[in-house]
């Protein structure tokens, strides 16, 4: 039986992509994973982060799925949402890994709905679908370092040509303080546009 886990990392973002990363594994190998004692990126140190990313690759598929700002804000004038646009990376994932059960970190209030919805991408498609699922099962864990390792390394190469814009989230006052700094016209493509913090920028 083939599992594939999914989490993403930039979703608040308001630099750089957003990354949604399938990590798939035959059942029997799952606890190649589980020995790596893995847990949610966001209580790991970047390096150790980078040192985990490598050995999942080792053991297991990577389908990491990069959604660009420009992308994010051409989908959401269209009226898809974050929740939306995460569901079309998840669809891919799903049928580039073909797996037969997906363990998600639930994006949706509801995980019932949300699992039910993700069950129609694939005939026989089990879904287990949970809040703080990345802290729960190894395989949503490694697919949350996977995806946050991506991302970092979108930013480091960001940071290379504009060395300033801080973690690209609206928390960061160093990137608070690159948006302010440049006309709405020159904004960079790396910047999410459609994003409120860039009209709070603009005041």
């Not at 660009?68 to 890994?97: F, P, T, V, Y």
């Not at 949970?130 to 949350?144: C, L, N, P, R, T």
């Amino acid at each position: 039986m083939k599992l594939v886990g999914i989490d993403e990392a930039g979703r608040g973002s308001v630099l750089g992509p957003l990354v949604v990363c399938g990590v798939a594994i035959e059942e029997e190998r799952l606890k190649y994973l589980e020995r790596l004692k893995l847990k949610d990126s966001k209580k790991i140190t970047p390096k150790r982060r980078v040192v985990l990313s490598r050995k999942i690759r080792k053991i297991a598929e990577c389908h990491p799925v990069h959604i660009s700002a420009n992308d994010i804000d051409l989908l959401r004038s269209k009226d898809i949402n974050l929740n939306e646009i995460e569901k079309i990376a998840m669809r891919k994932i799903i049928g580039d890994s073909k797996p037969d059960v997906s363990f998600i970190d639930c994006i949706d209030v509801k995980p019932e709905r949300f699992k039910n919805e993700i069950e129609k991408f694939q005939d026989k498609l089990k879904v287990v679908a949970e809040h703080g699922a990345d802290d729960k099962y190894a395989i949503v864990s490694a697919a949350s370092i996977v995806a946050k390792v991506e991302r970092d390394m979108a930013i480091h190469k960001l940071k290379k040509e504009f060395s300033d814009i801080g973690s690209g989230y609206p928390s960061d006052p160093k990137t608070i303080l690159f948006l302010k700094n440049i006309a709405y016209d020159d904004l960079p493509e790396f910047v999410r546009r459609s994003w409120a913090t860039i009209e709070r920028t603009r005041l």
